[in-house]
């Protein structure tokens, strides 16, 4: 916990933002002494506000396995990796989600869109490496952005929040 509080913090002075890491840090040191349970739910909160935790996260777990970037995300491996491991580590979800169909919409690119097009007509099959949203609900999901991802999962651990 002191590890991805300080991790926080760190992130946060790095882009200007050491007031806001401060008190995200301080809502994890509280959960210190309390079960794994109540840890990742603070976890989960914390990566749930609009904050720039997620994004700086999003941001560098997105180029994971790009070889271009591979520097990048492994710096953030220090300072994201203890919150990124107390938030993957769900007590809760403990077993394996398997066939299921959820939703995700965004806004792309007209160049992001032809490379999924590609994709698709390879029926190549891809992964977010990011904590990536999602919803069961596809006119929910239908209202976010330009683009309908239809995600079939056939094995997987999701946290259900």
């Not at 109540?38 to 720039?52: D, G, I, M």
Request: hydrophobic share 35%; aromatic share 12%.
């Amino acid at each position: 916990i002191e590890q991805a509080a300080r991790g926080i913090i760190e992130e946060g002075k790095h882009i200007g933002k050491e007031r806001e890491a401060e008190k995200l840090a301080k809502m994890l040191r509280e959960k210190k002494n309390a079960g794994m349970e109540e840890v990742w739910k603070c976890c989960a909160y914390l990566y749930t506000l609009e904050s720039f935790l997620y994004k700086t996260l999003n941001a560098a777990m997105r180029l994971v396995g790009d070889k271009e970037h591979e520097q990048v995300w492994r710096r953030k491996v220090r300072t994201l990796g203890p919150f990124s491991l107390l938030l993957w580590d769900d007590p809760f979800n403990t077993k394996l989600t398997t066939e299921k169909t959820l939703y995700r919409g965004a806004e792309l690119t007209k160049e992001q869109i032809a490379s999924y097009e590609e994709m698709a007509k390879d029926k190549t099959y891809g992964s977010f490496q990011a904590y990536t949203s999602s919803s069961r609900n596809r006119k929910k999901a239908e209202e976010f952005g330009n683009t309908l991802f239809i995600m079939e999962v056939f094995i997987a651990f999701i946290a259900d929040l």
